[in-house]
């Protein structure tokens, strides 16, 4: 609801919405967990730009006013005695996470500015992130943003669900089809694989 044009196509109002993706993580946790395939599950969260409730994008604030914030604290209180999962939930832009001896950075993309540039993001990327590596490094960066799956060395845009659609016209972003991303970190060679999902039926 953020903009007149979200409040007339959403499927969904704010509210509603939170409790219908509630619904559908805590069932893709709940298959994990039953499957039995792991043993344990990390669930890192970020916050964006289209789970405000304000007008304006808010910097050190933003969690108290974010519905995605409300969402991840709900469901982890609803996981609070299942042991097997634990959750990362950072009131900031960064969530840093060490995986196999390799600290990853983890964002939504939505502080990442293109303004449609020959190179696309890659280039407004890979300042941002040296920037943000003197303040605090990490190895990898993975972050959505702009519906678009791009793997470089040090970095991963993950794909978007809704695939192309006027939002990722708006901001320039190329064709994709509806993708999430799987990455593989090894221990010892870092980064070895990151593979986009495609979700078309």
Not at 86 to 110: K, L, M, N
Request: one cysteine or more; proline letters at 4%.
């Amino acid at each position: 609801f953020i903009h007149e044009e979200l409040q007339e196509g959403n499927f969904l109002g704010p509210a509603e919405a939170v409790v219908f993706v509630s619904q559908l993580v805590s069932g893709g946790i709940n298959a994990i967990l039953d499957s039995g395939i792991v043993s344990k599950i990390h669930i890192v969260c970020s916050m964006g730009n289209h789970g405000r409730s304000t007008v304006k994008t808010r910097v050190s604030t933003g969690y108290r006013s974010s519905w995605e914030y409300l969402a991840y604290k709900n469901l982890e209180s609803s996981y609070s005695k299942t042991k097997e999962v634990s959750w990362q939930i950072p009131s900031g832009y960064h969530a840093y996470v060490d995986v196999q001896g390799h600290t990853c950075r983890f964002h939504h993309g939505d502080s990442l500015k293109y303004n449609g540039g020959v190179g696309g993001i890659t280039i407004p990327v890979n300042k941002a992130i040296a920037q943000w590596n003197i303040a605090k490094p990490a190895e990898y960066d993975f972050f959505g943003h702009y519906h678009q799956f791009i793997d470089n060395w040090r970095w991963t845009c993950n794909g978007s669900l809704v695939g192309y659609d006027p939002y990722a016209l708006s901001i320039k972003a190329a064709f994709q089809p509806p993708t999430q991303t799987l990455v593989c970190i090894d221990r010892d060679r870092g980064k070895t694989m990151a593979l986009p999902i495609f979700l078309e039926g």
